[in-house]
């Protein structure tokens, strides 16, 4: 199931439909194009972490857990500050995310500054949904060690099937095409993460 669909489901893309005040077919447009970018954001973090996925599972309790997630489909509009903190650790740059935001508008239609107003709170709920997965397999488990493991490979599990590949593949690997195609055409080097190439534009497109 893609990840639009997730969270479509879950009433994620409603609420953030209903908070920006567009309608839910924009909203689905805006986070079908965003969201193969934070995905690969996620994907850069969990390579870069020294204990790999696992590092990464702290780093998303860090920054709110399940509770981003909950925050969204809360009927109080979410706090996109905490959104903005997710981004910062994924993009590493507001210029990278100005840059994912006027590439999605170029693929969308939509304007670029209601998809960059899109965009933390779509990094609340793909955090919160990961968090969530793993927090659930981890609790499966009956102790420390197991539930440490157990964790892990579901964070793994649910970023790899996100992506369509797994999580802790080397940076040379395919594998990021997994959300309706829109990766495999945004990913310009052939490396399998869209991301690479939005932030080599970033650059000429602020300039």
């Known amino acids: 199931m893609q990840l639009t669909d997730v969270l479509n489901q879950m009433g994620g893309l409603q609420s953030m439909a209903r908070q920006l005040g567009v309608s839910d077919t924009q909203a689905a447009s805006g986070a079908a194009a965003l969201l193969p970018m934070i995905l690969g954001g996620f994907k850069k973090q969990a390579q870069a972490q020294p204990a790999g996925i696992g590092d990464l599972g702290s780093l998303l309790n860090g920054l709110g857990g399940a509770g981003l997630l909950d925050e969204v489909l809360g009927a109080q509009p979410a706090n996109v500050s905490r959104g903005n903190n997710v981004l910062g650790q994924i993009f590493g740059s507001p210029d990278v ?7 999605a508008a170029g693929r969308t239609g939509l304007d670029p500054a209601l998809l960059k107003k899109m965009l933390p709170i779509l990094a609340m709920l793909v955090a919160g949904y990961m968090a969530r997965q793993q927090s659930g397999a981890a609790r499966s488990n009956l102790s420390g060690a197991g539930a440490a493991a157990g964790g892990a ?6 970023l790899g099937g996100l992506l369509g590949g797994g999580a802790a593949a080397s940076a040379g690997s395919s594998g990021a095409g997994g959300i309706g195609g829109l990766a495999s055409m945004l990913d310009l080097n052939g490396d399998g993460n869209p991301l690479d190439d939005i932030i080599g534009m970033a650059g000429k497109l602020m300039r």
Do not use: E, P, T
């Not at 490979?153 to 649910?158: I, S």
């Open 153 to 158: 490979g579901a964070l793994a599990g649910a």
């Open 97 to 103: 995310s100005r840059a994912v935001a006027q590439n």
